[in-house]
């Protein structure tokens, strides 16, 4: 790219474009997903609690939220977030923010199956993102199962011609 022509990436991150991503940029996009799903989830048990309220105000009690219960929705949720995040565009909220994308390790799209093999094991096992740390390829043990990378990616999804041009 010459230097007058115009770019949605800025100048500093031209460089990183396409390299995979490391541990702490990870870590944080990782962070601000469980943000969203747990904002989702208050706003999701204050609907509810509204609605309680609004059918019988008089005997109205907060519902209990048994702690065992709410850790299976919020998994669900989470698996269900990533899962459909992956699959359509490569990225969470917390990629997006981070200027990462999910791809294969030869840099196509995960499609539906391999992103909700994705979303599971980082659901049943979150820990394993930290093998980005140790891992010389900058690939968690989820990347490794399942022939995934995290890359840093700033351009938008552009959409691929349905027919061969």
Known sequence: MHEHELSAIPREARSLQGRRAGVVTRVLAAGVDAGVVGVTLLGCYLGYAGLRFLIDPRTFTFPDT???????????????????????????????????????????????????????????????????????????????????????DWRPRTRRPLVAE
């Open 66 to 152: 048994q702690l065992f219960r709410s850790m299976l929705v919020a998994a669900g949720l989470m698996f269900l977030y990533l899962t459909a995040a992956w699959a359509v565009s490569g990225r969470t909220y917390g990629n997006l923010l981070m200027g990462l994308r999910v791809v294969g390790v030869y840099g196509g799209d995960i499609g539906w199956p391999r992103a909700a093999l994705r979303a599971a094991t980082y659901v049943v096992f979150p820990i394993g993102l930290l093998w980005v740390a140790v891992d010389r390829r900058e690939r968690s043990i989820q990347d490794r199962l399942l022939a995934t990378s995290v890359v840093y």
